[in-house]
């Protein structure tokens, strides 16, 4: 125990979590999927599937992990030998891993864009945003040389272990990034015709009320709090006894849900003001805030920032999925961190090269009527988080006596019981029904 790192302050940890947790899921992936699924009425339903579902799993990862004070499979092993509860820790390990496999793509796109920025290149006609997406994302060489970088950031950083200058950078960087989102939002609703982004964005369409899109809003529910594959679980293993276990999961919770509707905000406005479209897949982050820039006066010179702050956030979030992996191989063998994380990142690489290659010179394979990239997505947020998280749920609400989940989360009792409610009804069942009539209707 003493070999492995500690958070140095509670809000270490605070901020830690919050890194993984605020990423590309809010800012890149959730306007494009409430763009895809009508908007209003997903955005209401993740909202619901935040609180109901996977907050109450978050709270049980932090309580396990902390239990635990080791990696996600020995956390599971030690506190129940000869159950196969341990298995959890394997899927989220090879989950983890998935995930950054195609999560490392989207951060390439970050650098190829950061790169044209710095080059001051990254200026179209505002209707030509799009083309200028798809020529990166197609070219097979950039695709896969700035996927590969992003990996390479990612295990340098893991590489030196979790304490390292993360904790201090993470306090600047990303109260910066919120302030970026508040100038764009204003710029953004102060368009002509700004209005339509607003009413898609909060005047339910109750078409899309089916098995489908509530599916993947629980899935967006998971990713973006990174809950059901053991990452949160591993950072609090790293927790000393004495922390609020609960109201660091709520603050990561509400933190996650602003950035989500600020990243709304910048985005759905301009698409109706500037004659796009809301439903054009995972490019709609990257179209829409270069044209909402262009609207800034030095928009050019704040794009830079703005992507460097992008990146950041991004990695503070890709550096939890490799730390699962390294955690796991490094266990109580004492294996070292600088080669496991040279190795791991190295095999994730290499999984997602097929991903990266997905949306150019191999977009015409498809999985179940999927591109790669997609059918990954899908397997790890529509399939493998739900799957995890339910048994996550199980652990914590039935395994644990209420006197070890009562004394771990030290909170107030209407709290304790309304967490337990949540943890051994609400949050498995629903996650039962939504995943099986998911399922069927996707
Ligand atoms: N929550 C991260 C994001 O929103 C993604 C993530 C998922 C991180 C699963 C770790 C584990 O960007």
Redesign the pocket.
């Known amino acids: 125990m003493s070999s492995r790192d500690q958070f140095a302050s509670k809000i270490g940890f605070i901020l830690a979590a919050a890194g993984?947790?605020?990423?590309?899921?809010?800012i890149w992936k959730f306007p494009y999927m409430a763009g895809n699924n009508g908007g209003s009425v997903f955005i209401l339903l993740f909202i619901l599937c935040i609180f109901f579902i996977s907050l109450p799993v978050l709270i049980a990862e932090f309580m396990i992990g902390r239990r635990g004070q080791k990696d996600a499979i020995t956390s599971f092993k030690e506190q129940a030998p000869g159950k196969p509860w341990y298995l959890i820790g394997y899927m989220g390990m090879i989950m983890?891993a998935l995930?950054l496999s195609f999560?490392s793509v989207v951060g390439g796109w970050i650098l190829s864009y950061l790169g044209r920025a710095l080059l001051f290149m990254l200026s179209a006609e505002t209707t030509a945003y799009g083309d200028l997406f798809n020529a990166i994302i197609q070219n097979p060489f950039e695709a896969v040389l700035t996927q590969g970088l992003f990996i390479l950031m990612t295990i340098l950083i893991v590489q030196a272990g979790i304490k390292g200058g993360i904790e201090r950078a993470s306090k600047i960087m990303m109260p910066a990034l919120f302030l970026f989102f508040i100038v764009l939002v204003v710029r953004s609703l102060t368009l002509d015709g700004a209005i339509e982004g607003l009413r898609f964005m909060f005047v339910p369409n109750w078409d899309y009320l089916n098995g489908k899109t509530i599916l993947l809003a629980l899935g967006q529910a998971f990713?973006?709090?990174?809950v059901g594959?053991s990452?949160m679980l591993t950072y609090a293993s790293y927790l000393g006894k004495n922390e609020n276990i609960g109201g660091a999961a709520i603050n990561v919770a509400v933190m996650n849900i602003i950035i989500s509707l600020l990243a709304g905000l910048v985005i759905f406005p301009a698409v109706f003001a500037l004659g796009f479209s809301p439903d054009q897949g995972p490019g709609l982050a990257f179209v829409i805030i270069p044209a909402v820039f262009e609207q800034l006066p030095m928009g050019g010179f704040f794009l830079i920032l703005f992507f460097i702050l992008l990146l950041f956030a991004t990695v503070t979030?890709s550096i939890?999925?490799l730390e699962i992996v390294v955690s796991i191989a490094i266990g109580d063998r004492k294996a070292s961190r600088i080669r496991t994380a040279w190795i791991g990142g190295f095999i994730i690489f290499l999984i997602g090269i097929p991903s990266a290659l997905s949306f150019g010179v191999w977009s015409h394979i498809t999985i179940l009527g999927k591109s790669i990239f997609d059918a990954v997505d899908f397997l790890t947020n529509s399939i493998g988080m739900p799957i995890g998280a339910f048994f996550i749920a199980l652990f914590a609400g039935y395994y644990y006596s209420t006197h070890i989940s009562k004394q771990e989360l030290s909170t107030s009792p209407p709290l304790y019981y309304l967490w337990l409610a949540l943890i051994r009804f609400v949050s498995p069942v629903a996650i039962a029904i939504i995943f099986i009539t998911g399922l069927l209707a996707a």
Do not use: C, P
Request: glycine share 10%.
């Open positions: 993984s947790a605020i990423g590309l899921g809010a983890a995930i999560y990713f973006t709090l990174s594959v990452v979030s939890s999925m």
